[in-house]
């Protein structure tokens, strides 16, 4: 019986924590050790990734979880000033972030943790989950003998970070955004719901959304997409032709990239009369896990660790709002859709297709985002991608994170859900986003943190 990837994560987590609790027990008040180890945040964050997936949020609404929650951690350590600096003022509408008094006893990394946990707690459903958590990393920082007063002090401080955020994160617009529905056009070349679950549009007004570091939505458009036309010479007709005809001829590595790098967060199966669904990582989390991997190579500290991981979760938020803005300017229709009406009615992809507009490619956007960041922060972001293995797919391995991000793009088209020039210029989006953020980064995060 294939084992759950939700029930397995959870039993992973718990394990890391005895290994870390087993070793605090050894040597009494190493809180210290204990509490600044990077692999306590890289945890926390992969729990975080799977309550996400538990909880089945869209990759749009992922991006915002893992984007506050990670920056309320990196304001908090950013009052270590000898590490990090505050991003007030570089990120769009942050300011008064709680700062501690000059007599406040706190454990910085401790705190941020904390923070994080109270953001993403607030910010998912499964509240006794993420209680669980909190309970046992302050389990963990009294049993590694952490004194009373630094442990009051920066719950106390972690908790004032993560209310403030969480209250700036109240005028980003999205609870406004809530039931949004798209309206269908029902012209020619124009987006419509494809099989096997003709779901509506997934989040059309999430273009409205505040930005974290860019100008606007529109701040690096796309070209536009190519001329809709079905008359067999056209240029968008051969396009559409290219994605069936590589579908049809996908080798056995193609069809390993594009299952890898798929990350359905509700996979809609039918068999027969019988229907169910399957939950995986979406393209956001998926990448938070990269983003640990390449951290544990490079023995990144607690702060770069935080520092790597706030940087590309805020890259892949706005990532998400710029591509959507495209997506739903132009409104193509998917090459399925596309396929079965002018060229074989019985041709299907091989991955399924998700339900919002085609141009362009959002996991392409966001992946080169993510690279571009650690890319910038890391002088070596080779890796072995190890986070498909609960899903059944063997590891990938990568000499930079860009030669992922090239792979994930083409993993779109092999899977027939894009088109080859969404994907192209998606990836070119992505990384103007990441060099962005890397901009708005102060000069300490990064060159110094290389």
Request: net charge positive.
């Given at each position: 019986?294939?084992r759950?990837?939700?029930f397995?994560?959870?039993?992973l987590?718990?394990v890391?924590?005895?290994i870390?609790f ?7 008040n ?10 306590l945040?890289?945890?926390v964050?992969?729990?975080?990734n799977?309550v ?12 915002r979880?893992?984007?506050?929650s990670?920056l309320a951690a990196?304001?908090?350590?950013a009052n270590n000033?000898d590490?990090?600096?505050?991003l007030e003022?570089?990120v769009k509408?942050l300011?008064?972030?709680p ?5 406040a ?5 401790f705190?941020?943790i ?6 993403g707690?607030?910010l998912?459903?499964?509240?006794d989950?993420?209680?669980l ?5 302050k ?8 004194p009373?007063d630094l442990?009051d ?5 972690g908790?004032q970070?993560a209310?403030?955020?969480?209250s ?9 955004t809530?039931?949004?529905r798209?309206?269908?056009?029902n012209?020619e070349g ?5 099989p096997?679950g003709?779901f509506s549009?997934v ?7 505040r930005c974290?570091?860019?100008d ?5 458009p796309?070209?536009p997409?190519?001329p809709f036309s079905k008359?067999?010479?056209?240029e ?6 290219e ?6 001829t996908?080798d056995?590595t193609k069809?390993?990239i ?7 967060s509700f ?6 009369h019988?229907?169910f669904?399957t939950?995986?990582?979406t393209?956001?989390?998926h990448?938070?896990e ?6 544990r190579?490079n023995?990144?500290?607690?702060y770069?660790?935080a520092a ?8 892949i ?7 959507w803005?495209?997506?739903?300017k132009f409104d193509v229709l998917r090459?399925e859709?596309?396929i079965?009406?002018y ?13 919002f ?11 080169a ?12 972001t080779?890796f072995?991608d ?7 797919w063997?590891?990938r ?5 860009d030669?992922a ?5 083409y993993?779109?088209?092999?899977g027939?859900?894009h088109y080859k020039?969404s994907?192209l210029?998606a990836y070119v989006q992505?990384k ?6 890397m901009?708005k ?8 943190l290389?």
């Amino acid at each position: 019986m294939k084992r759950n990837p939700v029930f397995s994560s959870m039993l992973l987590f718990t394990v890391v924590f005895v290994i870390l609790f087993s070793s605090c027990t050894q040597k009494k008040n190493d809180y210290v050790k204990i509490m600044h180890n990077p692999f306590l945040y890289n945890d926390v964050v992969h729990k975080l990734n799977y309550v996400i997936i538990y909880d089945i949020f869209s990759p749009p609404v992922a991006a915002r979880v893992f984007a506050y929650s990670n920056l309320a951690a990196y304001e908090v350590l950013a009052n270590n000033k000898d590490h990090l600096s505050s991003l007030e003022g570089k990120v769009k509408g942050l300011n008064n972030v709680p700062r501690p008094a000059a007599n406040a006893k706190i454990d910085y990394p401790f705190a941020s943790i904390v923070a994080l946990i109270k953001v993403g707690n607030a910010l998912t459903f499964s509240s006794d989950t993420m209680k669980l958590l909190a309970d046992s990393v302050k389990s963990l920082a009294k049993d590694a003998g952490m004194p009373d007063d630094l442990f009051d002090g920066s719950v106390q401080f972690g908790n004032q970070v993560a209310d403030s955020i969480l209250s700036w994160s109240k005028k980003d617009n999205y609870a406004q955004t809530r039931g949004s529905r798209f309206t269908i056009s029902n012209l020619e070349g124009h987006w419509t719901p494809t099989p096997p679950g003709y779901f509506s549009a997934v989040e059309p007004k999430w273009p409205t959304l505040r930005c974290m570091v860019m100008d606007s939505a529109n701040m690096f458009p796309p070209p536009p997409p190519v001329p809709f036309s079905k008359d067999s010479a056209s240029e968008f007709y051969k396009m559409a032709k290219e994605v069936m005809v590589t579908g049809n001829t996908l080798d056995s590595t193609k069809k390993w990239i594009a299952n890898f790098w798929d990350c359905n967060s509700f996979k809609l199966h039918v068999e027969g009369h019988a229907m169910f669904a399957t939950k995986a990582m979406t393209p956001g989390g998926h990448w938070m896990e990269v983003v640990g991997t390449i951290c544990r190579n490079n023995n990144a500290d607690f702060y770069k660790t935080a520092a790597a991981y706030t940087g590309a979760s805020i890259g892949i938020y706005d990532a998400f709002i710029c591509c959507w803005f495209t997506k739903y300017k132009f409104d193509v229709l998917r090459p399925e859709t596309y396929i079965n009406k002018y060229i074989n009615q019985d041709w299907m992809p091989y991955l399924q297709t998700p339900p919002f507009p085609e141009y362009n490619s959002a996991h392409s956007t966001i992946s080169a985002a993510a690279a571009t960041v650690l890319g910038s922060m890391f002088k070596n972001t080779a890796f072995r991608d190890s986070s498909e293995r609960e899903w059944g797919w063997p590891d990938r391995s990568f000499k930079t994170s860009d030669e992922a991000a090239v792979e994930v793009s083409y993993s779109r088209f092999y899977g027939g859900i894009h088109y080859k020039p969404s994907v192209l210029t998606a990836y070119v989006q992505g990384k103007q986003i990441g060099n962005l953020v890397m901009s708005k980064l102060n000069a300490k995060e990064a060159k110094s943190l290389k």
